[in-house]
């Protein structure tokens, strides 16, 4: 009687957070299309027609012509256009298997590049379809089978990093369109700046990053690592090493045992060899001594006065606040309130940024409210 008293009481005290549906995302207002294809089905508001056009159009050429490398597996996608987000973004799901595109491109050109931001992401992302339609195989495809499509992301998440995920779809960027961001300076100062400063970073900080030192993320990573194994073994390569990791042939860090059956090489060997290429490629010559100190950025500074500067400042043990810099030190003015931009405007005396805001009604919509100090 008291452990049935006892169950009672803990099931009544014992709270949990339901999960459910979003509603209210979008206004009734929207006029949605579509345009259907056997390669993807393209759902959009009216008023980015245009864009969409273009989207399906890169997509259906992607399908017919850019297939051999991973293999040629092709699934049917369906692909939701947001116009009314500043969010500059984009990505493939499994459970169900969908696509997304924030279609405002970033106010960042020398990262984004002068590709059209929807070209951008109709390659990118699309490169994601590929690989999740061609990492159904062997165990994968099993857990597929037993549990979903999620079932088979869980498992293509084991079994390739995801370095290879996006550094593969920044070389089909690359290869594919004008620009791409392997063909920009500004994707590698990460690892310029590295190896001008002499830092030789293990492979598990390079790997996973650091909350105290500055590392390139696994879109760079990931784009000399998979370039490279273009390079070096030719366009087949890696469709030879996912094939081998998504059947898990090794069910121990099977990526690594794949790239080692594929090259003839250790995956240790392999990635050194291929930083060590880049890093003579760029020509960096090492600065004398390593400085010990918290990554800052200054940004955006403005000169006021005869002896003053005004910028924003950011590090990885303070928030974003905007600073002012004269004879008698730095002032701090005020923290920056949530922003997706690091840009600020100065004249006459009053000082301009955007924070990001979003409807208090539809989810998706969201603004740039312009702050004045």
């Known amino acids: 009687m008291i452990g049935r008293?006892?169950?009672?009481?803990?099931?009544?005290l014992v709270t949990a957070r339901s999960g459910a549906q979003q509603f209210g995302a979008f206004p009734p207002s929207t006029?949605?299309?579509?345009?259907?294809?056997?390669?993807a089905?393209?759902?959009f508001d009216a008023k980015v027609s245009p864009q969409a056009q273009r989207i399906a159009a890169i997509l259906h050429r992607m399908m017919q012509e850019d297939r051999a490398s991973l293999g040629g597996a092709v699934r049917k996608i369906h692909v939701l256009l947001h116009p009314n987000t500043t969010e500059a973004n984009g990505y493939v799901a499994m459970g169900p298997f969908r696509s997304e595109y924030y279609l405002i491109p970033p106010s960042n050109l020398f990262a984004s590049g002068a590709t059209p931001w929807n070209e951008d992401l109709a390659v990118h992302e699309y490169r994601h379809v590929q690989q999740f339609s061609n990492f159904n195989k062997g165990l994968s495809k099993v857990a597929g089978f037993l549990f979903g499509q999620q079932g088979q992301a869980l498992f293509n998440a084991l079994a390739v990093p995801n370095w290879f995920w996006e550094g593969d779809a920044v070389h089909s960027e690359t290869a594919l369109t004008v620009q791409g961001r392997g063909r920009s300076p500004y994707f590698f100062n990460g690892f310029r700046a590295l190896w001008q400063d002499g830092r030789d970073y293990n492979w598990m900080k390079l790997r996973n990053g650091s909350l105290k030192d500055y590392v390139p993320n696994h879109y760079q990573?990931?784009?000399?690592l998979t370039n490279?194994?273009?390079?070096?073994q030719g366009q087949g390569f890696w469709g030879k090493v996912t094939d081998?990791?998504?059947?898990?042939?090794s069910p121990f860090y099977p990526f690594q045992k794949a790239i080692k059956r594929a090259s003839g090489k250790d995956f240790k060997t392999f990635r050194s060899e291929a930083l060590e290429f880049y890093k003579d490629a760029s020509a960096i010559k090492q600065t004398a001594g390593v400085r010990k100190e918290t990554v800052t950025d200054f940004l955006f500074p403005k000169i006021i006065g005869q002896d003053s500067v005004l910028y924003l400042k950011t590090a990885y043990n303070k928030l974003p606040a905007f600073y002012l810099k004269d004879k008698k030190g730095e002032h701090r003015i005020r923290q920056r309130s949530i922003s997706s931009e690091d840009w600020l405007a100065y004249s006459h005396g009053v000082m301009a940024y955007t924070a990001y805001a979003v409807h208090p009604r539809w989810g998706l919509t969201d603004?740039?409210?312009?702050?004045l100090l």
Do not use: C, M, N, P
């Open 5 to 12: 008293l006892l169950t009672l009481v803990l099931f009544v």
């Open 31 to 39: 006029r949605w299309q579509q345009i259907d294809s056997d390669t």
């Open 41 to 43: 089905k393209v759902i």
């Open 221 to 224: 990573l990931g784009y000399l």
């Open 228 to 232: 490279y194994g273009y390079l070096q």
């Open 244 to 249: 081998d990791a998504v059947r898990f042939r």
């Open 367 to 371: 603004y740039s409210d312009i702050y």
